[in-house]
């Protein structure tokens, strides 16, 4: 069976024992390869592979969308099952990061990178393959944005997120972000996000450019959009209409009025993700 399964995510599904948590993780299954693209914070990982009948040992790579704790905190773990993974990263995913807040007359910095050191990886047995530029998988079933291009006027990096560069704490432009696309037997592509942060048009866009979607199956991660204007949102979901996806699972940090918003536009197109959710390719 090719399949996409939800291993963490913010809500979770009526399975006994699943757990959800602030993060996203999915296992793709295709033509017998496992990609595991992103790994949550790592509580979730810890408990809903073994009840999702997933061998986190049996996984031939892992790709991470970026450097946010939410999608990298369970690579200790997973390495700790499988130590001699490949890992597909940007070479900025390793960097420290921080997100800053203001509450009333406070500013709040809170760190948000990566968990886990290159050296770490390494020790344990990964081997680190940094990217740039799109790459192919899967005998070119899967393929990975590398870098996703800044074309769409109304899509640009958020503020208040920051990367430490040279010592110094810079707005983070996100160059590390990255989305995965999977063909399905018939030729139709399903895009998984993990938070979007270059924008999912932006990201729709350029896997459109890459693989000239023919059909949209199925959209699932996160976008994003909780914190950007009623108008950004519209806009989105507007161009999203375009691409004409059979089904929509988008949760994590999308924002849940937004997810509202995408059910009452996308009817019964729109599925409420969650830790379990299993996607038949087509």
């Known amino acids: 069976m090719e399949q996409i399964i939800i291993l963490a995510e913010n809500r979770c599904a009526v399975t006994r024992g699943l757990i959800a948590e602030h993060g996203f993780s999915a296992l793709i299954e295709i033509d ?102 799109p790459v192919e998988l899967a005998e070119g079933r899967i393929l990975i944005t590398g870098t996703i291009p800044l074309k769409v006027e109304f899509e640009k990096p958020e503020q208040g997120f920051f990367v430490e560069k040279d010592g110094e704490l810079v707005p983070d432009d996100f160059a590390d972000d990255f989305a995965i696309a999977v063909r399905g037997k018939k030729g139709n592509a399903s895009v998984i996000f993990g938070c979007a942060h270059r924008g999912a048009i932006n990201s729709l866009r350029r896997i459109e450019e890459l693989w000239g979607i023919k059909k949209l199956d199925a959209v699932l991660g996160g976008m994003h959009l909780f914190s950007r204007s009623k108008e950004q949102v519209s806009q989105t979901l507007e161009e999203l209409a375009r691409f004409n ?38």
Request: aromatic fraction near 8%; charge should be neutral; hydrophobic fraction near 40%.
């Open 32 to 133: 017998g390869f496992r990609l595991l693209f992103d790994t949550g914070q790592g509580f979730a990982l810890r408990q809903n592979p073994a009840l999702l009948g997933v061998n986190l040992s049996k996984i031939d790579a892992l790709v991470l969308s970026h450097g946010h704790y939410d999608h990298t905190g369970g690579v200790s773990y997973v390495l700790e099952k499988n130590p001699h993974l490949k890992i597909y990263l940007h070479p900025s995913a390793l960097l420290k990061r921080k997100v800053k807040r203001r509450f009333g007359d406070q500013e709040i910095e809170v760190e948000i990178g990566i968990p886990i050191s290159q050296k770490e990886m390494e020790e344990k047995g990964a081997e680190l393959i940094f990217l740039e530029n």
């Open 245 to 282: 996806p059979g089904r929509i699972a988008v949760g994590h940090c999308t924002g849940e009025m937004i997810q509202f918003q995408i059910a009452q536009k996308f009817s019964e197109k729109f599925i409420f993700p969650a830790s379990g959710l299993k996607i038949n390719l087509e």
